[in-house]
């Protein structure tokens, strides 16, 4: 796994933490995927080709299947039919693709999951735990990671101390701590005012041109739909034109 090349600069603000080349995301592609919930029918036949380091936005009503789509990316669930690639490798069933997301995948959701009783560093350390890094490492990558989302001076508090966007900061950092080149990110904005909103929209962003990854990320919000590279609307668990 890959360290920031300069965490004394990275938590003195001087620049942002990560310095990655362009073009390290990984390519994603879905062909005719079909997923039902018993007699709901969730997605009906989605293809979408996602480019490396292309910034994607679902959008489309609620119960759309934006959401269903995201989590078979990840290998959270598994499609009834059709095929899922990653950088041309088709995606593992969930109960065998541990190291599929640990390698690949950083996750951001609505609800930030974040442990109540940690601390912002020892929440983004948890990402770590499983990966055989060294606690001295597993804290200093926590630091690093948080100066890079503007959180250097939050490090020690629990996620009550801090406000629902920084919460979803930490969240993001959390995501980035196994340097994943695809991040998909369900309604990342969807519990935040208008100005969080806009920040951790622009942090997004920023990470992506700086890291060069992947990202795709679901919203019902047409304003975070306009921040992608490219819309894929979904209605009625189908792509529309």
């Given at each position: 796994?890959?360290?920031?090349?300069?965490?004394?600069?990275?938590?003195?603000?001087?620049?942002?933490?990560?310095?990655?080349?362009?073009?390290?995301?990984?390519?994603?592609?879905?062909?005719?995927?079909?997923?039902?919930?018993?007699?709901?029918?969730?997605?009906?036949g989605?293809?979408?080709?996602?480019?490396?380091?292309?910034?994607?936005?679902?959008?489309?009503?609620?119960g759309s299947?934006?959401?269903?789509?995201?989590?078979?990316?990840?290998?959270?669930?598994?499609?009834?039919?059709?095929?899922?690639?990653?950088?041309?490798?088709?995606?593992?069933?969930?109960?065998?693709?541990?190291?599929?997301?640990?390698?690949?995948?950083?996750?951001?959701?609505q609800?930030?999951?974040?442990?109540?009783?940690?601390?912002?560093?020892?929440?983004?350390?948890?990402?770590?735990?499983?990966?055989?890094?060294p606690?001295?490492?597993?804290?200093?990558?926590?630091?690093?990671?948080?100066?890079?989302?503007?959180?250097?001076?939050?490090?020690?508090?629990?996620?009550?101390?801090?406000?629902?966007?920084?919460?979803?900061?930490?969240?993001?950092?959390?995501?980035?701590?196994?340097?994943?080149?695809?991040l998909?990110?369900?309604?990342?904005?969807?519990?935040?005012?208008?100005?969080?909103?806009?920040?951790?929209?622009?942090?997004?962003?920023?990470?992506?041109?700086?890291?060069?990854m992947?990202?795709?990320?679901?919203?019902?919000?047409?304003?975070?739909?306009?921040?992608?590279?490219?819309?894929?609307?979904?209605?009625?668990?189908?792509?529309?034109?």
């Amino acid at each position: 796994m890959s360290m920031l090349r300069d965490p004394g600069a990275a938590r003195r603000g001087d620049q942002p933490a990560a310095q990655a080349s362009p073009h390290l995301g990984a390519s994603v592609t879905a062909a005719a995927v079909v997923k039902s919930y018993g007699p709901v029918k969730a997605l009906r036949g989605v293809s979408l080709a996602v480019a490396a380091g292309e910034c994607v936005t679902i959008t489309g009503p609620s119960g759309s299947g934006k959401s269903t789509l995201l989590n078979l990316l990840g290998s959270l669930d598994r499609p009834d039919s059709g095929k899922i690639a990653v950088d041309g490798m088709p995606v593992p069933e969930p109960g065998a693709a541990l190291e599929f997301r640990r390698r690949l995948v950083g996750f951001v959701f609505q609800d930030n999951l974040l442990l109540p009783y940690l601390s912002a560093q020892s929440n983004v350390e948890t990402a770590l735990l499983a990966t055989g890094v060294p606690h001295h490492q597993r804290r200093e990558r926590a630091r690093e990671l948080l100066a890079e989302v503007g959180l250097a001076h939050r490090e020690r508090h629990i996620p009550s101390e801090l406000s629902s966007g920084e919460r979803q900061r930490v969240a993001i950092a959390r995501a980035l701590a196994n340097d994943p080149r695809l991040l998909l990110a369900d309604e990342p904005t969807g519990a935040l005012d208008s100005v969080s909103s806009g920040r951790v929209l622009d942090l997004l962003t920023a990470i992506r041109d700086r890291r060069g990854m992947t990202v795709i990320i679901v919203s019902h919000d047409e304003a975070v739909a306009r921040r992608g590279d490219r819309v894929v609307r979904l209605i009625d668990g189908q792509v529309q034109d």
